[in-house]
């Protein structure tokens, strides 16, 4: 669509003083009025329309302008700090880089990307390698003193590694955990919450005379005055050498590269690690890298000729809050969730997002009614991330809590940061029964939802071992259950007896594992008495158990203790392996070690591959469920996965494959249909019984 078509000449005026406000929130104290996308999208259209009418041009337009005009200064700045013209797409950044070079007259000799920080970007001034004064962008040619911050900022040394006059050039930002903690800071004090990081960052740099401290972190991308370098790759390792901290601390490396191809695979590989970076980046950076080529190509007043911004979408968006959900989860968990008024983030419309806990709304401290900032970025599940509190109406409404569960009206045990059922998982009784006996866990064939209700509701079950002691005159006793049905169910259920630890360890719902978690940790253990055996430290030896999910799973073990007793009695989950008619090799045992812990098989087709599979499986694999095929990549040495990245060897891609396989052929990842896989793991390719 053409922007231009999107204003009228009466709703230009409008525009640009929306805009105006929106500029002067942003750049001020980080409040705001619009999510970036939209802020952007205005620019857009305020531009198109300047394009088509250069005549009606007003003098308050944020076109070509640092900070869109809105931030000043009184501190000059030694050289013009610059702002980066944006392309929004591939092609638009394939475009930008074919003008340069018709600019240039030859292809510039190389590129440096790097990530886009989403902060506030400051100049730091140093003496003889010590620091005197920071300031902030303001309008580019002057800023505001903001030195008095400076001890709060991490990465940005007091003194450098050598005693040089220069001025670093970086962005000011809120990490994910300093933003949290900031939050935890300011509502402990009674003040407002930061709607989002780069908010928070914005009315950090310039409050003055607060009681409390908020740590933020510099990342320079810039200096003034060392002048010796030939690129700025170069450049920056100069500035880490110093001591300043730079993105090449992070997995979103600054890196150099030849062709504009190259640049476009690593702006896609930044983006897709977007999510998972600790700091949020509002796009990636482009720049030409030898100190030759920009200065060939030169600056105009708004930004430098020789880099651009490749904007990615925002992954805040401001929407308004109109409810609250409580769901009781299959362990008890009453857990709340954001009703929201539908909004789109990056393609995606969010109607509900998390709000993980009672504690955390009151953290965040959020009101029915409250627009709020949303937050959702790749796989992550959407979550509310703070009220616009200055937006208030006064017609906002508290949250209420529940006082009881809301499943099952029984009390909620309200001491720890998740509220659960004071029964906890028998409050979903049903639910857990049901998800045990799902094909992934015991699969137990015949025991779905209508008969779980029978057997929970006839007293019969009332934990999961009850499964495993249900007699035949029990089960012919339920309302239509047959002699077929009931010898069928009896024979699924002692074929479940045998299913290996990680089925049965998954079967439990323990939180926070899930299939692939108990697919390591019974590799990891071997036996259920080792897994019951471990305290936090050891359960933290498995990839992926940090020490809060290792406490955490130490403590659900111990609250299924008595379950897990009855179930060993029954002869449940004592099998290490899986149940298999080797074809045509047998499976290698597990070795015990001295402590009586089976290691996990070394080794294998498959050792040292990491393995992703996408698309619905044909041929030998066709009856396999997803996870196990993933079972079966483990029992093959390998390691699976479900995501696409830099780390992934190989992708089973299979019928109707999608972006994965787009993704894992742009990475060069080898590619490798069903059957072919079916092929090279065809000694561990094994039938369950
Ligand atoms: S280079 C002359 N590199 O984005 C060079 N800027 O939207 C101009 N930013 O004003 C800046 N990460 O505040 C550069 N790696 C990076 C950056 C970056 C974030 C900010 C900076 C700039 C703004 C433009």
């Known amino acids: 669509m053409n922007n231009a078509d999107l204003l009228s000449s009466g709703d230009y005026a409008d525009a640009v003083a929306t805009a105006a406000r929106a500029a002067a929130a942003y750049y001020g104290d980080g409040t705001t009025t619009l999510g970036d996308d939209e802020y952007d999208a205005l620019a857009r259209a305020i531009a198109a329309y300047e394009q088509a ?5 007003l003098a308050e337009s944020p076109t070509g302008k640092v900070a869109g005009g809105a931030a000043e200064g009184d501190v000059p700045h030694s050289v013009p700090m610059l702002s980066l013209d944006n392309v929004f797409s591939g092609e638009e950044l394939a475009d930008w880089a074919a003008s340069l070079e018709r600019r240039l007259g030859w292809a510039p000799a190389g590129w440096c990307v790097e990530p886009k920080l989403d902060g506030l970007a400051v100049a730091a001034r140093y003496e003889a390698g010590a620091l005197r004064r920071v300031l902030t962008r303001g309008n580019g ?9 400076a001890g709060d900022v991490l990465g940005l040394p007091a003194r450098l590694a050598e005693p040089v006059d220069v001025e670093l050039r970086g962005e000011v930002l809120l990490t994910r955990a300093q933003f949290e903690l900031a939050n935890e800071i300011r509502t402990a004090h009674g003040a407002v919450p930061f709607a989002n990081p780069r908010n928070g960052a914005a009315g950090t740099l310039r409050a003055k005379d607060r009681p409390y401290r908020i740590e933020l972190t510099f990342f320079a991308y810039d200096a003034v005055g060392l002048g010796e370098e030939s690129t700025h790759s170069a450049l920056l390792e100069r500035l880490a050498a110093l001591g300043a901290n730079t993105a090449a601390s992070t997995a979103a490396a600054p890196l150099r590269c030849g062709t504009v191809e190259e640049v476009q695979r690593r702006v896609e590989e930044i983006a897709g690690m977007r999510a998972a970076l ?3 980046i509002d796009g990636v950076v482009v720049k030409a890298d030898d100190a030759a080529d920009q200065a060939q190509a030169g600056s105009g007043s708004r930004a430098p000729r020789w880099a651009v911004a490749r904007k990615l979408a925002a992954e805040h968006k401001v929407t308004r809050l109109l409810g609250v ?12 969730r954001a009703v929201l008024e539908p909004v789109v983030i990056d393609g995606v419309t969010v109607s509900f997002a998390t709000l993980h806990n009672p504690a955390d709304i009151e953290r965040r401290g959020l009101m029915l009614g409250d627009r709020v900032f949303v937050y959702r970025a790749g796989d992550v599940i959407p979550r509310v991330e703070a009220p616009l509190v200055e937006e ?3 017609d906002e409404q508290p949250i209420v809590f529940p006082t009881a569960c809301p499943r099952c009206g029984e009390a909620i045990d309200t001491g720890e940061q998740r ?5 906890g998982r028998n409050c979903q009784l049903v639910a857990s029964i049901i998800y045990a006996a799902g094909r992934d866990q015991l699969d137990i064939e015949g025991l779905g939802s209508t008969r779980a209700v029978q057997l929970v509701e006839a007293g019969l079950v009332r934990d999961l071992a009850d499964v495993f002691t249900l007699t035949r005159e029990q089960l012919l006793s339920l309302e239509r259950m047959g002699a077929t049905s009931t010898d069928n169910l009896l024979a699924a259920i002692a074929a479940a007896r045998t299913r290996p630890l990680n089925r049965v360890l998954c079967a439990l719902g323990v939180r926070g594992t899930g299939r692939s978690m108990s697919r390591r940790i019974a590799a990891h253990f071997g036996s259920m008495a080792a897994i019951r055996a471990a305290d936090a430290g050891t359960l933290a ?4 158990i940090g020490p809060e999910k290792a406490r955490l799973v130490v403590s659900e073990l111990a609250e299924l203790s008595a379950l897990l007793d009855r179930l060993a009695e029954l002869g449940v989950g004592t099998r290490v392996t899986e149940p298999v008619l080797p074809v045509p090799a047998p499976v290698p045992a597990p070795v015990a070690d001295a402590a009586g812990v089976a290691q996990a098989p070394a080794g294998g087709p498959l050792a040292g591959e990491a393995v992703v599979v996408t698309g619905s499986m044909t041929g030998p694999l066709a009856a396999l469920s997803r996870n196990e095929v993933n079972e079966l990549i483990e029992r093959a040495g390998g390691k699976a996965s479900s995501s696409v990245s830099k780390r992934t060897t190989l992708l089973v891609a299979g019928e109707k494959a999608g972006s994965k396989r787009a993704k894992a052929e742009e990475l060069g990842v080898r590619v490798l249909g069903p059957e072919e896989f079916a092929a090279l793991v065809a000694d561990h390719l094994l039938v369950a019984v």
């Open 392 to 394: 208030r109406t006064g």
């Open 419 to 423: 509220w659960r059922c004071v029964r």
């Open 278 to 280: 600790p700091f949020g």
């Open 325 to 336: 959900e409580w769901a009781v989860g299959r362990t008890g968990v009453i857990a709340p």
């Open 53 to 57: 009418h250069p005549e009606e041009v």
């Open 141 to 149: 040619l002057a800023g505001e003193d903001i030195t008095h911050t």
């Open 541 to 544: 030896a498995v990839e992926g």
